[in-house]
């Protein structure tokens, strides 16, 4: 055990949004929610309390602390006296009910067990969701890595072939606990919630609405083109900076969002540049992928309204969190007149995009 005072010497805290309320002492506002006392915990979140809330499940903190960059959660690693360390995700109060935490590990585990390099959390105790009086945490081991590079076909194959794995696992059973992305959740629900709380400005309000219920209504027409498609158990989130590449090959992480989606969301972010770069990347990221795992070509029709949904959805997100004064210290560029001409600059380039056609994977 190490005493406070030594603690408070060789913390090593960087300042990212959520080490900064810890460190200063800035009291975040309370959630009008049933338990305002976890949100109230959870807002206020001390480093001395990051380590006393790990030591309770058995480890010995060595006072070395760093914040890592997570917004939704809190997420940290944790120094060991053994000279390892941990990654502990503290949870957003009433985000996730437990059982979809629960659920979201299971997935993580039964792919870890097939020996798909993922980071699943760690079991103690016969659980992987550990709770303290105000929270509700998960271990992970301490992996490192780089970003995949989307310019190198052969990583791409790479990453195809894993993903391929995990949606063949993702393709076993439906999540029963978890969200459907879909273009309710991800779309008319963001767009409204933006909208009912005033957050874009008055002139602003009548291009904003318009275009976003053109996009939406295009976004329907893609899925119509798609047809009937199926929807599997996916990461949800797969950008590249949740893939840590190493001499090994890649590793995924944080499955926070994992929910029913069609493959092609686990697919699409991998793919960069213009529209020849994409179609090679497409290319590359489908013969690794399909040595494990069919692809429904139809597919291809929803990427643009993937694309549309995810630029609505993470403006819906922030305004959400904008109660929350760490997210202003991470976003302060967010709810200006600037910010919001510029969303509706790129939603209005986006909606060029739906009009073209899908890539093209000729299998």
């Not at 893939?243 to 969301?265: K, Y």
């Not at 739906?354 to 000729?362: A, C, D, Q, V």
Request: hydrophobic letters at 40%; charged letters at 25%.
């Amino acid at each position: 055990m190490v005493s406070a005072k030594l603690r408070r010497v060789i913390l090593t805290l960087s300042l990212t949004a959520f080490a900064l309320p810890a460190l200063f002492g800035l009291e975040l506002i309370v959630l009008n929610t049933q338990d305002p006392a976890s949100h109230q915990a959870y807002a206020n979140l001390s480093p001395d309390e990051v380590l006393n809330s790990i030591e309770q499940f058995g480890f010995e903190c060595d006072g070395r602390l760093l914040a890592l960059n997570s917004y939704e959660n809190r997420v940290y690693r944790v120094g060991l006296n053994d000279g390892q360390s941990v990654v502990a995700k503290f949870y957003r109060p009433a985000r996730w009910s437990n059982e979809a935490i629960l659920e979201e590990h299971r997935f993580t585990q039964a792919l870890a067990e097939l020996e798909i390099p993922v980071v699943a959390p760690i079991e103690i105790n016969d659980s992987t969701l550990l709770e303290t009086e105000h929270f509700r945490i998960a271990l992970f081991e301490n992996r490192g890595g780089r970003a995949p590079d989307l310019e190198d076909f052969d990583q791409l194959e790479q990453m195809g072939r894993f993903m391929g794995r995990i949606h063949r696992v993702g393709q076993a059973t439906p999540f029963t606990h978890r969200p459907t992305l879909n273009i309710q959740s991800f779309g008319v629900e963001p767009r409204d919630f933006i909208l009912e709380n005033a957050f874009i400005p008055p002139e602003l309000v009548q291009a904003y609405q318009s275009l976003t219920d053109q996009l939406l209504a295009e976004a329907a027409q893609c899925y119509e083109r798609a047809g009937n498609i199926n929807l599997i158990r996916c990461h949800g989130d797969c950008h590249p900076s949740n893939v840590l590449w190493t001499d090994n090959g890649p590793h995924i992480v944080d499955f926070d969002d994992a929910r029913m989606a069609p493959a092609v969301q686990d697919l699409w972010m991998f793919l960069a540049g213009d529209r020849s770069d994409r179609t090679a990347g497409l290319d590359a990221v489908l013969t690794g992928y399909t040595e494990f795992c069919d692809f429904d070509a139809r597919e291809l029709h929803l990427i643009e309204a993937l694309r549309t949904l995810r630029l609505i959805h993470y403006y819906g997100w922030l305004a959400k969190r904008w109660d929350d004064p760490a997210f202003k210290i991470a976003f302060p560029w967010f709810n200006s007149q600037r910010c919001w001409e510029d969303h509706i600059l790129s939603l209005r380039e986006q909606a060029a995009l739906l009009h073209e056609e899908p890539l093209s994977w000729f299998g």
